[in-house]
Antibody
Framework: EAQLVESGGGLVQPGGSLRLSCAAS????????MNWVRQAPGTGLQWVSY????????YYADSVKGRFTISRDNAKNSLYLQMNTLRAEDTAVYYC???????????????WGKGTTVTVSS | QSVLTQPPSASGTPGQRVTISCSGS????????VNWYQQLPGTAPKLLIY???QRPSGVPDRLSGSKSGTSASLAISGLQSEDEADYYC???????????FGGGTKLTVL
């Protein structure tokens, strides 16, 4: 069974940094595009970042561009999110999410981790 | 404001059929498929419908999805108390180069 387990969340002061990790198991991690999606308290889902299977293509939401860096280590079956210059509005549960495809060009996010909580506060 | 527009709430009684709409634009729903997620309180989202109308294994056939133009909808028939949750539509936006979500619809079973 495919599984994703996030770690690295915690309390950090505004302007600080945090590195999230996601450990994948139960599937061939190197074949899949991965994403980070977050959910601020009491609000909806917000996509954060995308990385292709070989790391050749990377995208960021405008709200985190220039502050967050997504990366992966296929040898370690791991996904990362380096978060710098954190703001109060970055407070959220961060989910690691696998992306799959069907019919060649239809994509969907199918496997979600349980999430890790990031709180930015002084 | 979310890129995709969903009603904030919906409700129905047990056994009823309810639909949740999702409206977008040419750069997202108009260009590719729509997926739907269910989120129970305190848990991660779960994929309910992918590629407009496909159900992952384990999702009952009383849930169905459809898409027309720049809008999509999720239908739940034979409503059950366990369907009470938040529902989100999502798709890729080719102009933004990113995934976009609806704001979520809170479904209440009366």
């Amino acid at each position: 069974e495919a599984q994703l387990v996030e770690s690295g969340g915690g309390l950090v002061q505004p302007g600080g940094s945090l590195r999230l990790s996601c450990a994948a198991s139960g599937f061939t991690f190197s074949r899949y595009t991965m994403n980070w999606v977050r959910q601020a308290p009491g609000t909806g889902l917000q996509w954060v970042s995308y990385i292709s299977s070989s790391s050749s293509t990377i995208y960021y939401a405008d709200s985190v561009k220039g502050r967050f860096t997504i990366s992966r280590d296929n040898a370690k079956n791991s996904l990362y999110l380096q978060m710098n210059t954190l703001r109060a509005e970055d407070t959220a549960v961060y989910y690691c999410v696998r992306e799959d495809t069907v019919f060649t060009n239809y994509y969907y996010m199918d496997v979600w981790g349980k999430g890790t909580t990031v709180t930015v506060s002084s | 404001q979310s890129v995709l527009t969903q009603p904030p709430s919906a409700s129905g009684t047990p056994g009823q059929r309810v639909t949740i709409s999702c409206s977008g634009s040419r750069s997202n729903i108009g260009s590719t498929a729509v997926n739907w997620y269910q989120q129970l309180p305190g848990t991660a989202p779960k994929l309910l419908i992918y590629s407009n109308n496909q159900r992952p294994s384990g999702v009952p056939d009383r849930l169905s999805g459809s898409k027309s133009g720049t809008s999509a909808s999720l239908a739940i028939s034979g409503l059950q108390s366990e369907d009470e949750a938040d529902y989100y539509c999502a798709t890729w936006d080719g102009s933004l180069n990113g995934w976009v979500f609806g704001g979520g619809t809170k479904l209440t079973v009366l």
